[in-house]
T-cell receptor
């Protein structure tokens, strides 16, 4: 079983749509969770951290369900500029693997006019 | 530019040749990571340094790969006797010291794209 699993997509949505991405992780002791965004042939950039209580940043909402080992990202009112690959990322145990990030394969989003 | 810097951006080499990549982290970051990313995959961890000490190496890091960070600042990743399967994007990231309160966000450089012919 892969450590971090995501639906690779692609998700093709019209501008203004709401789109949700899901991710599951296998290590129940994982400490930290993130969504990174990666544009084509560019480096990954942090989109947002994911907290147990859920968190929102503008049009983006992230949720974490530790019991189900499930992470989600919701994008509302999608823009053309949201087109990218969204990487679900889990940081392994603090004190264990010392902060190494485990990436999913990414979910590709394409927002159309 | 105060971000993570990687050089070269692109490298084309023939199979069997040695290549070396350089990474300059964000200046106040003491942790430096190397990742490899192939098409359609997320980045995969290779190794990381805390200051000049190499603290962990992935099983992906074969004997042909070696990384150094001699003065705790910039790092180099060398691949000896390159193989076609080494073709990938090599990403470097840096972060602040890890502690219970820090988010330990890793910031990535633009990567070095290696093509082995």
């Amino acid at each position: 079983r892969k450590e971090v699993e995501q639906d690779p997509g692609p998700f093709n949505v019209p501008e203004g749509a709401t789109v949700a991405f899901n991710c599951t992780y296998s290590n129940s002791a994982s400490q930290s969770f993130f969504w990174y965004r990666q544009d084509c042939r560019k480096e990954p950039k942090l989109l947002m951290s994911v907290y147990s209580s859920g968190n929102e940043d503008g049009r983006f909402t992230a949720q974490l369900n530790r019991a189900s080992q499930y992470i989600s990202l919701l994008i509302r009112d999608s823009k053309l500029s949201d087109s990218a690959t969204y990487l679900c990322v889990v940081r392994e145990n603090y004190g264990g693997s010392q902060g190494n990030l485990i990436f999913g394969k990414g979910t590709k989003l394409s927002v159309k006019p | 530019d105060t971000g993570v810097s990687q050089n070269p951006r692109h490298k084309i080499t023939k199979r069997g040749q040695n290549v070396t990549f350089r990474c300059d982290p964000i200046s106040e970051h003491n942790r430096l990571y190397w990742y490899r990313q192939t098409l359609g995959q997320g980045p995969e961890f290779l190794t990381y340094f805390q200051n000049e000490a190499q603290l962990e190496k992935s099983r992906l890091l074969s004997d042909r790969f070696s990384a150094e960070r001699p003065k705790g600042s910039f790092s180099t990743l060398e691949i000896q006797r390159t193989e076609q399967g080494d073709s990938a994007m090599y990403l470097c990231a840096s972060s602040e010291p890890l502690d219970l309160l820090a988010k330990n966000i890793q910031y990535f450089g633009a990567g070095t794209r290696l093509s082995v012919l």
